[in-house]
């Protein structure tokens, strides 16, 4: 079945260029992008996208990474988009990610782990709408 995901590519993939590599990996496996753009992140959108994790010990560093600084948005499309983007990924801390995974091929640090993406519909419905209008949605 064909779904869509948010994806963003964090400033560590940006910063060290790694841009081309990790959206063609998807593209790769037959995923579309039907929107897309590099943005400076607003502080208030960087606390609306972790608004999930606020209150817990590393929210602030998550936000704090992310805010005022260049990053990807982007909604994939594709056979089970969400759960193959979170494969793709590997695990959260790049140290226990499989190579071959993007994060165990070139994640260096926990916080700025170079990829975050919707990890179900409902989170896929609440992170698209902060940076994307239906409109902007290619099919």
Do not use: C
């Amino acid at each position: 079945m064909s779904e869509r995901t948010f994806v963003m590519l964090k400033p560590s993939a940006v910063e060290r260029g790694l841009m081309g590599e990790i959206i063609s990996r998807f593209e790769r496996k037959g995923l579309k992008v039907v929107a897309m753009k590099l943005i400076r992140m607003r502080r208030e959108d960087a606390e609306r996208l972790y608004a999930v994790h606020r209150g817990k010990h590393f929210y602030e560093q998550l936000v704090s990474t992310i805010a005022g600084r260049r990053v990807v948005v982007m909604v994939l499309e594709g056979r089970s988009a969400i759960s193959v983007v979170r494969k793709m990924l590997g695990a959260t801390d790049p140290v226990n990610a499989e190579p071959g995974t993007i994060r165990g091929d070139f994640g260096l640090d926990i916080t700025d782990n170079l990829v975050h993406a919707s990890d179900s519909a409902e989170s896929y419905e609440y992170e698209h709408r902060i940076f994307f209008s239906e409109s902007d949605l290619v099919a």
